[in-house]
DNA sequence: CATGAATGAGAGTTCATTCAT
DNA sequence: GATGAATGAACTCTCATTCAT
């Protein structure tokens, strides 16, 4: 497997992504990836010998890329409140993002695949490395706020955790009934009321 | 299609709800409810076309039932603590549940056929609804707690839809990355702990 | 098999007549017969077994409707050159006719149902005896139309033939590539011009 | 799709044709022509995705074929009463022949796809297309025939298209109540008889 | 006689997967 | 490595036909 190789299962997983996008993962079809590559039926069975294998090499994919991406510091002496608002404001977009997110494929991945005990996992479960990752740092800065006055909150660690719980809900109630940016605003500024403290 | 018609009707319903939760909602075919029915091919498409017709009659069911179900009424004297508590045992039950649950079919229902504004959405989305008689339910338990001075929250209005979306959000991370009783438990416990006054 | 049966039998035989004018024979299906009747599916197969059963006798029908029907009398002083006119007049209409002529259907069943020397060839084909009945009356009406020096023609037996078979020409091609009347008429002139004498 | 599938498609045509010829259209199901080819239901998909596509093809083909074999010249010092017979005993071949002709089933193809205005009408109706060339062949036939006086008539491209129809006529009652040859030779001789002057 | 629910064969179509080139 | 033709299993859906009521 020489590096050409490499580089065509990274184009692979690049228009399987785009694919898995825009049809979750039950939909799609090998032939649907091989069309999306432009290669040969044979071809992708050369690399891949089914979509569930794909699937996870894309969300290895992107998990990487999100920790690259994460990597952005921030000043120490930035505002706790204004980090908080920048989580926020990216798990929102992350809520509302209907085109190349992964999130209806991922969970229908998950809904036939559980993780949790059975055999063969290996690899962790993206949904909740996402979950895992952006629990942490809500937790941090939740801590770092208390620490410095700006918030209030008496477990920082269980606030994060609920907090965490609501966002999942809007995530998923976004993608089956609908969720209005506005009524979403008013979501995600009531978690933040319950938080920061009112002279803050 | 008299009323013999209608009983099996009912019982291939019946049948299609336990395919549709032991499967979910896309890896469901026609063959599959017509084994579990013990009926022949042509049999099952006198009653129903397709798998999305069955699959909204059986969620059109299950509503019904559980309509009947809540209406168990409640002693108006009960504590609203209590009552909280009852609720939260019901969603824990819901949340957990893996047998005969059609969460994940509706979820994978819903993600196919988005709910909004397009066409022919006579029928209510049902996770829209269980989501709104849990949050009526829920806030009236607030507010009656709130009078009876044994809650306290500010919004509770607010503060029951963040639960729910929490809850919510509990639901799908129980189906996708697994989510220990024990776990859960804290969880709700921490939902109670923000609304019940210490001393109740 | 009462009164009342034979009065049924007629009502199928004349809805599954406007089926079949109006889909052909082999696209009829005992399906369309029962809708088209609005009786039962098994009600049709008491008194038919098939959809070849049902379209002979709504062939034998229709022929015995036509026998009646020219019946009428022709005044012994008409000119033979009206009567001919007439009689073209009449076969234009069958040419052109879409709505509610079974000759489509007819060449279909008897595409599959060649008649000939085969067994069971107990009733007659009807296209055959259209075409022989029709034959008939031309030819007494050239032959008259000779014996009164209206017509001229050497072989009275051949030419009306070969003006049938013309005329079959033309009905066939008018149901599948098209006949215009303009161009139907120019034909049926020419084969008048060939027989009425000039100065008649 | 190289040359290769491109004999392959000829070799479906082929076995296509023999289907057709022995089933006429309606009757034909993909499964016939896969058994025929003796290739795998999915291997047809490949090449064609309907009956009628298949046809069309069929038809196309024929067409082709047809018109490489008149370009078979003819001496120009041939008498035109015998270039007639030889026309005539082509269209004496056509309308009799039983096996591998397409007449059955093209007829059965444009009852139910009638030509006319319709859209798509890109590919000419092939039996009118047989009808027009025929037509043509016979007009230049006659023509000549005059101008060397050899046969007599008034008006060559009428009677041309009138013999036409005749002979139309005939071929489809040789498909639907029998025409025997005695009788088939009989009116070609009349319609011979009409128009060769009668000391040629 | 009449009904219409039920059956099962069969047609159309798609797709994962293989394999000769 | 790469191709894409070929296969066959599986699925959807329709219909002729039967049969208990």
Redesign the pocket.
């Known amino acids: 497997?020489?590096e050409?190789?490499e580089q065509?299962r990274l184009y692979i997983l690049e228009k399987a992504a785009g694919v898995f996008a825009a049809k979750g993962f039950r939909a799609v079809?090998?032939?649907d990836i091989v069309d999306a590559c432009e290669?040969?039926?044979?071809?992708l069975?050369?690399y891949y010998?089914?979509?569930e294998e794909i699937f996870r090499d894309v969300l290895k994919l992107r998990l990487e890329a999100e920790d690259e991406a994460s990597v952005s510091g921030v000043g120490a002496d930035t505002a706790m409140a204004d980090l908080l608002l920048l989580f926020l404001k990216e798990q929102k977009k992350e809520i509302l993002r209907k085109k190349n997110s992964l999130t209806v494929a991922a969970y229908e991945y998950y809904f036939a695949h559980p993780t949790g005990r059975g055999a063969g996992q290996r690899e962790e479960n993206m949904l909740k490395q996402q979950f895992d990752t952006a629990l942490k740092v809500l937790r941090k800065i939740l801590e770092e706020g208390v620490a410095r006055g700006e918030f209030y909150c008496e477990d920082c660690r269980s606030t994060a955790t609920s907090m965490m719980y609501a966002l999942e809900g809007m995530k998923i109630c976004a993608r089956t009934f609908g969720l209005t940016e506005a009524r979403l605003d008013k979501e995600l500024l009531y978690l933040l009321e319950g938080i920061v403290l009112e002279d803050a």
Do not use: A, E, H, P
């Open positions: 497997m020489g050409k190789s065509k079809s090998m032939k290669i040969s039926r044979g071809g069975y050369l010998s089914g979509t």
